[in-house]
């Protein structure tokens, strides 16, 4: 089993960027992929952005694509998330989520067994 600890969340205006990272322990961080997942108030839990666990591949939701982007470093048992151009609607609690070892990146909630506590982000106008 891996534990994940969230951290980098915060207030920013909008245009702002922040940097999210996930530190993972456990077991050996680069038997895993990692995906990043948010939820806003009353909504369901969705996909932002995904990574392999060697970091070949990623994927974004299209709502992020060219704003932020996700990265690991197995050496550090950290994967990241940069989040760039910010906007309220990116408000949300932002998860790290660790799936088996793939070489395709998982975009469903339900691929990802282990998850972390969440860290708020909240982008005001």
């Known amino acids: 089993q891996v534990q994940l600890v969230e951290s980098g969340g915060g207030l920013v205006q909008a245009g702002g960027s922040l940097r999210l990272s996930c530190a993972a322990s456990g077991r050996t961080f680069s038997n895993y992929n990692m995906g990043w997942f948010r939820q806003a108030p009353g909504k369901e839990r969705e996909f932002v952005a995904g990574?392999?666990?060697?970091?070949?591949?990623?994927n974004y939701a299209d709502s992020v694509k060219g704003r932020f982007t996700i990265s690991r470093d197995n050496a550090k048992n950290t994967v990241y998330l940069q989040m760039d151009s910010l906007k309220p609607e990116d408000t949300a609690v932002y998860y790290c989520?660790?799936?088996?070892?793939?070489?395709?990146?998982?975009?469903?909630?339900?691929?990802?067994?282990?998850w972390g506590q969440g860290t708020q982000v909240t982008v005001s106008s």
């Open positions: 989520a660790a799936a088996r070892l793939g070489v395709v990146v998982f975009t469903q909630v339900g691929s990802y067994p282990y």
């Open positions: 990574i392999t666990w060697s970091g070949s591949s990623t």
